[in-house]
């Protein structure tokens, strides 16, 4: 059974800050790796998708990593800034329909 | 272009009760899927429709049914309502059913008392 894992579960950076988020899953086989972010109380908004045989994506201050044997993406912000707060998911896809199986999440928070 | 549109943003019902959600998949799109998302865990999988056919259950109980129209736009069906049916539920849609990007909608905010 494929299984997600968010780490940390919470992040608190000074603005500026360049950050990572680790995200693992446990089964290999996957299609893709999408990663989203998610505001308070709101919908979820398509960040990066990356194609299991790709290895990483980028859109402006976003960088995404797949290590696919090892189980594991990497979400990189540069130059984090208070907007970016919010919670950030990913999502493996693997099965022939589009199921994704969703991390719980990591809940950044950008400070002034 | 109008995003993924759903109907209505909150709701509240009572235990026992009978709620239908609507979703409005991107023009052009002919996947729909259905998520459930608690307070402070990652969206889980309900349902996804292509083409009018579900193509993929996720681990629910019968009381959730959903259907899709041939406008594309989907309903979602909770029957007996239950206190831990209380979530945000949320409808993505994609261009077909294999393995595209997933657009998804602001969710609908269900709270059962």
């Known amino acids: 059974k494929q299984e997600v894992t968010q780490i940390p579960a919470a992040l608190s950076v000074p603005e500026g800050e360049n950050l990572v988020l680790n995200c693992s899953f446990t089964?290999?086989?996957?299609?893709?790796l999408q990663w989203f972010r998610q505001d308070p109380g709101k919908g979820l908004t398509s960040l990066l998708l990356i194609q299991s045989s790709q290895r990483e994506q980028t859109s402006g201050r976003l960088n995404a990593s797949l290590d696919k044997s090892s189980g594991r993406s990497t979400l990189y912000i540069a130059a984090s800034q208070p907007g970016d707060s919010a919670t950030y998911l990913c999502?493996?896809?693997?099965?022939?329909?589009?199921?994704?199986?969703f991390g719980a999440g990591t809940r950044l928070a950008v400070h002034p | 272009d109008a995003g993924v549109t759903q109907s209505p943003t909150h709701l509240i019902k009572t235990r026992g009760q009978h709620v239908t959600l609507r979703c409005s998949p991107i023009?052009?799109?002919?996947?729909v899927s259905w998520y459930q998302q608690v307070l402070g865990q990652g969206p889980q999988f309900i349902f996804q429709y292509y083409e009018k056919e579900e193509r993929g259950r996720g681990n629910f109980p019968d009381r959730f049914s959903a259907r899709q129209f041939p406008n594309y736009s989907s309903e979602l069906n909770v029957n007996a309502l239950l206190l831990g049916d209380s979530a945000l539920y949320l409808c993505?849609?994609?261009?077909?059913?294999?393995?595209?990007?997933?657009?998804f909608g602001q969710g609908t905010r269900l709270t059962v008392v």
């Open positions: 993505a849609s994609s261009p077909g059913a294999g393995l595209p990007e997933a657009f």
């Open positions: 089964d290999s086989a996957i299609y893709n």
């Open positions: 023009s052009g799109h002919k996947s």
């Open positions: 999502a493996v896809r693997t099965g022939g329909y589009n199921k994704l199986i």
